[in-house]
């Protein structure tokens, strides 16, 4: 993040992009304005990311914005920050077994298992009782 990239909490359910543009814009140039949703219901989750021209213009929004009212709500402006390392776990093995496979030792210690959609491995140890 260079400095530019707010994160907006506090905010009414009934702001939009547009309402945060139209609020932020007072203090620099906007790159880009984003309400977050909930992908199935598109309800606004209560905060938004709000990415300025530059650094300066997001420190001026920070300082005018920060524990100010808008629609009812005080909302709180900081710069936003990245929580944890962004890491992917392995949730699936796809592997070459046959779909009808039912179960296969492997050269490592692992089983294998095989359904017709969803291959995956199980460590061995979760095999024994």
Same mark, same amino acid.
């Given at each position: 993040?260079?400095?530019?990239?707010?994160? *907006?909490?506090?905010?009414? #359910?009934?702001?939009?992009? =547009?309402?945060?543009?139209?609020?932020?814009?007072?203090? +620099? %140039?906007?790159?880009?304005?984003?309400?977050?949703?909930?992908?199935?219901?598109?309800?606004?989750?209560?905060?938004?990311?709000?990415?300025?021209?530059?650094?300066?213009?997001?420190?001026?929004?920070? *300082?005018?914005?920060?524990? #100010?009212?808008?629609?009812? =709500?005080?909302?709180?402006?900081?710069?936003?920050?990245? +929580? %944890?390392?962004?890491?992917?776990?392995?949730?699936?093995?796809?592997?070459?077994?046959?779909?009808?496979?039912?179960?296969?030792?492997?050269?490592?210690?692992?089983?294998?298992?095989?359904?017709?959609?969803?291959?995956?491995?199980?460590?061995?140890?979760?095999?024994?009782?």
């Amino acid at each position: 993040n260079p400095g530019n990239n707010l994160h *907006v909490s506090g905010l009414s #359910t009934r702001v939009d992009d =547009r309402d945060l543009d139209e609020v932020f814009s007072k203090f +620099g %140039r906007i790159q880009k304005c984003q309400v977050m949703r909930d992908p199935h219901t598109k309800d606004s989750r209560g905060f938004a990311f709000v990415t300025m021209e530059t650094a300066d213009e997001a420190d001026a929004a920070i *300082v005018g914005l920060n524990a #100010t009212e808008l629609m009812g =709500r005080t909302m709180n402006v900081e710069k936003a920050r990245r +929580g %944890r390392a962004r890491t992917r776990e392995l949730l699936f093995l796809r592997t070459e077994v046959s779909p009808f496979a039912s179960l296969s030792l492997t050269s490592r210690p692992l089983l294998s298992f095989a359904t017709r959609s969803y291959p995956w491995t199980v460590p061995r140890s979760s095999q024994e009782g």
